[in-house]
Structure formats: structure tokens, C-alpha cells
């Protein structure tokens, strides 16, 4: 195999690699999600087309803004595929996020899609970092848009203590997934075992034990 052939086996290779990171495409005009099959395949089984309604494709919840009612001071409301069946297999989605004056999206990342937010109303500080921990941050406003690539931890903070903020944002997965860093370390089932939190945030035990009574759920 000659130094061309080589080039093109791995061009070949990438290309591949870099096709299978993200939603598969379609190969049929719908593929409707039907929830309520038992069958487990990588998104959703096809509804039968006979079963198919304009409602699959329909969804009002990004409408309005949420109630924020938690501690950190935001809300999301997602369209993704559970919430609209005819996503399934588009390999897109949207959500909604409501912060409250002042009020954090906490850093998390998603797995699965890379993430751009259109502002609806107020003024965001956000930002990302990559995996050589550099940090690459913006202050937007209204009307204006960011992206936060595929994978990498990101946040948004509303910078106003007194006015409420808003965005819109698409992700490139109809199931982008969300790991909030804090509440995945602190909150994982079984419990990740503390000499492991200890050893990593360089703290003793009863810090940890602190900052997972943070976020036990509140008894009622």
C-alpha cells in the first residue's frame, strides 16, 4: 500500500470516527418515537406510520418562562425527543433555560451535542473550558448567541441581581444528556466513596460530607 493509499485509509478512518460522534442519520422520511415499546435500540423504536399525528411534531412547553424555584437560580425546560416523538432520529433538539436575578446554570456538560444559546432577554456572563483548561468566556446580551462545543464543561450566570434572563438553546442530539458536575459527583447512586472526592478536591472528610448534605433532597 502506497503513501496515497495510506492517506486515504485514514482520511477515510476520520471521517468515520467523526461521523459516529453525533446523531445517526435518518434513512427514512419519519421515525415517530414510540415510547411505549419495549424494545431497546439506540433512540426510539418507529411508531407505526398509521399511528403518525401533526401532534408528534408539535410541542408549546419553551412558550413561557419556568417557575425557579431551586437554589441555583435557573430552570430548563427541554424539547428534546422524550418530549416531542417526532424528533427521533433528526438529530436535533431545544430547550429553554429561565434564570432568576442572579441565578446560575451550574457547570455541566453534554455528552452528545455541542450547544448554542440565543438570548431571549437579559444579560449572561458564560463561558467553557477545554480539555487544556483554558477558559474561554463572554458577556451576552439580548439577540446575541455563543456556542459551547460538544463535550466540554460549560456555565451561564445571570449577571443582573435584579432582572430575570432567558435564552434558547439547540443542540446538534435529539437526547443531547446533561452532567451537571457538581451534582454527578455529589449525588451519584451507589455513592462515590469519599476517600475518592477527598483525594480529588484535596479536603477532608466532614467538607464532604458538608457539601453533600447541600444537595440531599429536602425533606418535606
Do not use: W
Amino acid at each position: 500500500m502506497d503513501s496515497r493509499c495510506y492517506g486515504f485509509f485514514f482520511a477515510l478512518l476520520s471521517f468515520t470516527v467523526i461521523a459516529l460522534a453525533y446523531d445517526p442519520d435518518t434513512l427514512q422520511d419519519l421515525c415517530v418515537a414510540d415510547s411505549t415499546s419495549g424494545i431497546k435500540v439506540n433512540g426510539f423504536t418507529c411508531k407505526p406510520e398509521s399511528n403518525i399525528t401533526a401532534s408528534d411534531f408539535f410541542y408549546a412547553g419553551i412558550g413561557k418562562p419556568a417557575v425557579v424555584s431551586n437554589t441555583v437560580g435557573s430552570a430548563v425546560t427541554g424539547a428534546n425527543v422524550e418530549k416531542i416523538a417526532g424528533l427521533n432520529t433528526l438529530g436535533v433538539s431545544l430547550a429553554r433555560i429561565d434564570y432568576a436575578p442572579g441565578g446560575l446554570n451550574p457547570p455541566h456538560t453534554h455528552p452528545r451535542a455541542t450547544e448554542v444559546i440565543f438570548v431571549l432577554e437579559g444579560e449572561l456572563d458564560v463561558g467553557f473550558i477545554t480539555t487544556a483548561n483554558k477558559l474561554f468566556a463572554k458577556t451576552v446580551k439580548k439577540g446575541e448567541v455563543f456556542v459551547f462545543p460538544r463535550g466540554l464543561v460549560h456555565y451561564q450566570k445571570n449577571n443582573d441581581k435584579a432582572k430575570p434572563a432567558s435564552v434558547i438553546s439547540a443542540f446538534n442530539s435529539q437526547l443531547p444528556g446533561t452532567q451537571s458536575i457538581a451534582a454527578t459527583l455529589f449525588t451519584a447512586t451507589p455513592a462515590i466513596p469519599d476517600h475518592v472526592l477527598t483525594t480529588a478536591f484535596q479536603i477532608g472528610t466532614k467538607e464532604i460530607e458538608k457539601i453533600k448534605t447541600k444537595f440531599a433532597p429536602k425533606k418535606v
